[in-house]
């Protein structure tokens, strides 16, 4: 499957913790974008890369950084975890450096923080 | 402010029944517009753009720019269309806003 993939799937851990999500973008894709979906507010962005350089930043908190490595693969690191902080993040990658091509999302890592 | 409105949480509907979920835009540039959707179990996967012009599996949405609006509409819905939907805004500066997101659910 050539299509973004994201590991892992579920993650539960406490608070205070820190966890790191991995993605691995589309075959051809430069750009990486994280999201995080919560009950009630949809999906909100927190960054994207393109060919490992940050290009935007959306509502992400000090204690969430990422990085997008050479191979393109970009990781995010959740820190000092909070229960606020369980929520579906997904990983989504396009061709070029804006998003007005589509976004290809991977089937994102299911957060639990207890 | 840029945003993205879905009124609507849930949206249930008969089977064969038209069906509109509504999406209005918040943005001061000129907007691309983009439905995306969410099958059960499947990962979230674009359904349509505006400046596609195009009916994909019997959706249409058209941008009216006066009401800031971009519902998707379909005549008859079917059981198959039951997924969650987003509504999203291209806004330049590489960034994608999305909505709250509406299932539909479509009843036999």
């Known amino acids: 499957d050539s299509g973004v993939t994201q590991t892992p799937k579920h993650l539960i851990t406490a608070t205070g913790q820190r966890v790191t999500l991995r993605c691995s973008p589309r075959?051809?894709?430069?750009?990486v974008y994280w999201y995080q979906q919560s009950l009630d507010q949809g999906l909100q962005f927190l960054i994207q890369?393109?060919?490992?350089?940050?290009?935007a930043k959306g509502n992400i908190l000090e204690r969430f950084s990422a990085q997008q490595f050479p191979d393109l693969h970009s990781e995010l690191n959740l820190s000092s975890l909070e229960l606020g902080d369980s929520a579906l993040y997904f990983c989504a990658s396009s061709v070029s450096v804006t998003d007005e091509s589509p976004l290809h999302f991977g089937n994102g890592t299911r957060l639990t923080v207890t | 402010a840029q945003r993205v409105t879905q009124p609507e949480k849930l949206l249930s509907v008969f089977k064969g029944a038209p069906v509109e979920l509504k999406c209005n835009y918040s943005?001061?540039?000129?907007?691309?517009l983009f439905w995306y959707v969410q099958y059960s179990r499947q990962r979230l996967q674009l359904l349509l753009r505006?400046?596609s012009r195009e009916s994909i599996k019997g959706f249409t949405a058209d941008l009216n720019k006066g009401e800031t609006s971009f519902h998707l509409k379909k005549p008859f819905a079917q059981e198959e269309d039951s997924a969650m939907y987003y509504c999203a805004l291209y806004t330049g500066g590489f960034k994608t806003i999305f909505g709250a997101g509406t299932r539909l659910f479509v009843k036999a």
């Open positions: 890369y393109y060919n490992g350089e940050e290009r």
């Open positions: 943005y001061s540039g000129s907007p691309e």
């Open positions: 505006h400046i």
């Open positions: 075959s051809g894709d430069l750009s």
